[in-house]
């Protein structure tokens, strides 16, 4: 008995994968996709299948005889992969002002997390905001989470402490903003005004998260290397506390080479899961982290404390805090600024060039007053975090950003991790990017939104892509961070071409504002 059910489970998975689309003249597809090798997003197997998209949506997955069918437009995808888009866990951007993503359609990417480190939109005004994204006819699709800096400034908690009243109206806005579209909540802890948040005030601002069935993703407090696990413990503590699924965003150790540390951030994800936590992760591959010059300065001299004041009261005791803490990140030869008039060199040679000492570089810049990259993370750890099951692959990239990981990000994994090297196969590094992301976030659940993504699949989002895994590079460096990727030879957002041939196609984007069918707008 146990052979016969065998035999046909066999039957009908070859039946599922060689079914017939819809066929005469009367059944007009849009586009054909033919001939390529499918990796479904899944993590399953590759195989050979023709692909049909129509009103935006993947109308047929499977061998087809194109003489029975109609459509508008072909693609020959023979020899190539085709796969779903890529979701990016942790992007920046602006897609109503700047909608043009060429840096992420280069990628492969299709969809974009935006409202991360706790910035983002207002959560009253959310909904407004995302209309004006549809109207800007963006390149790709937007997805958004509710930031807590926006909200502890919308609430008129500020930098202050919240108090009773004010973790209510915190927690009124979480929920008013997933209610209008938010897949749940981004904190950015190493940042004013959320690093005054205490235990109490993550635990509820995360409770209408865990209503929705949304995803609380941090920033964490801290990611040097021995303050790290810590701040991992207080995300898992926020997920106890709450019942919120929690994601540590961009997770990295800054200043570790230990590989046994990577591995006991690890076990203690592993562990929060057996107590009943869900909790995942993303990380850039990359061992330079991005940021505002702000995180080397100390509290005390950043906002709300007047800056002018702090500097002409406590010059001396900040330059010393300033050169005990770029002499901690290996040195002012490890940061790059990426903005001001000094972008493009690093701090010891702009100390160099000025003929003072490299803090007082920083104290005329001021917190504000510049971002740069820091070379402080270990390739190893990084390749140790990215090989867990449950992390996934992100940029926290952005059309401008003078970082190469926002032009990079997902081929340098393909071609580092995948196709030139032997950590994930093509189907598992592809899950990384797209179906397991897309869970996630829900942006595959059929309850939480209008048309579900991820996967190449009949009914879901037809966004597609076609690419030669030989051809796949990351051209992007610190020298030259906005070179676009390459390999990509169709990009498809809603059923439409976004980019074909190695260049965007021309005219207004395919993508549009994603927004969440939650608990509390169902």
């Known amino acids: ?20 689309p819809e066929t005469g003249l009367a059944t007009r597809y849009d586009w054909l996709i033919a001939g390529g090798t499918v990796v479904n997003g899944s993590g399953e197997a590759a195989q050979r299948a023709d692909v049909l998209l129509r009103d935006g949506r993947i109308a047929f997955v499977g061998q087809l005889d194109e003489d029975t069918i109609a459509v508008r437009d072909r693609f020959d995808a023979t020899g190539l992969i085709v796969a779903p888009g890529f979701i990016d866990a942790h992007a920046h951007g602006d897609p109503v002002g700047a909608p043009r993503f060429p840096n992420f359609l280069a990628m492969g990417v299709t969809t974009i997390v935006l409202g991360q480190d706790g ?22 699709n937007v997805a958004y989470l509710v930031g807590h800096n926006t909200i502890r400034r919308e609430s008129g908690v500020g930098f202050d402490e919240a108090g009773e009243e004010g ?8 929920a008013q903003g997933i209610e209008a579209g938010a897949f749940g909540l981004s ?20 409770v209408p998260v865990a209503a929705a069935d949304g995803v609380v993703s ?20 926020q997920a106890r506390r709450s019942g919120a699924r929690v994601h540590a965003s961009h997770l ?46 100390p509290d005390w001299a950043k906002a709300p404390n007047d800056y002018t004041t702090v500097v002409g009261e406590r010059r001396e005791e900040l330059a010393a805090h300033l050169r005990a803490r770029v002499e901690s990140r290996n040195g002012p030869e490890a940061t790059l600024f990426g903005s001001s008039e000094w972008a493009g060199r690093t701090l010891a040679e702009v100390a ?6 490299f803090e007082d570089v920083l104290i005329d810049l001021g917190p504000g007053g510049a971002s740069a990259a820091y070379f402080v993370m270990d390739e190893g750890v990084m390749a140790a975090l990215l090989s867990d099951p449950n992390i996934v692959v992100s940029s926290d990239g952005s059309p401008t950003m003078l970082h190469p990981r926002g032009h990079g990000a997902f081929p340098r994994v393909l071609r580092q991790y995948a196709i030139d090297g032997v950590q994930f196969t093509l189907e598992e590094a592809i899950h990384k990017m797209s179906g397991l992301t897309a869970r996630i976030f829900r942006l595959d659940d059929e309850a939480r939104v209008d048309v579900p993504r991820g996967q190449v699949r009949e009914g879901w989002a037809a966004d597609v892509i076609v690419f030669e895994p030989s051809e796949v590079r990351d051209p992007a460096s610190f020298g030259d961070p906005h070179r676009l990727a390459e390999g990509m030879h169709a990009v498809f957002v809603g059923g439409e071409p976004g980019w074909l041939n190695g260049a965007p196609t021309p005219g207004d984007g395919h993508g549009r504002a994603l927004r969440s069918l939650s608990a509390n707008n169902d």
């Not at 207002?122 to 909904?127: E, N």
């Not at 941090?218 to 995300?235: F, G, M, N, W, Y």
């Not at 160099?352 to 000492?357: F, K, S, Y």
Request: glycine residues 8%; hydrophobic residues 45%.
């Open 252 to 297: 990295k150790i800054v200043l570790g080479n230990d590989l046994s540390a990577a591995a006991g951030l690890l076990e203690a994800m592993d562990a929060a899961r057996a107590q009943g936590v869900e909790i995942t992760g993303d990380v850039y591959p990359y061992t330079a982290s991005y940021t505002g010059i702000g995180i080397l300065f």
């Open 1 to 20: 008995m146990r052979r016969y059910r065998a035999v046909l489970l066999i039957f009908a998975l070859h039946a599922a994968c060689t079914a017939e």
């Open 218 to 237: 941090s920033h964490l407090r801290s990611e040097d290397a021995d303050r790290i696990a810590p701040a991992l413990e207080e995300l898992i503590e």
């Open 352 to 357: 160099a060039e000025t003929g003072q000492p």
């Open 167 to 174: 973790l209510a109206r915190m927690a009124a806005l979480v």
């Open 119 to 140: 910035g983002g939109p207002q959560a009253s005004g959310l909904s407004a905001h995302m209309d004006s994204v549809d109207a800007a006819h963006p390149s790709v």
């Open 187 to 206: 904190t950015g802890l190493e940042y004013d005004p959320g690093s005054r948040a205490s235990a109490d005030e993550l635990a509820a601002i995360a």
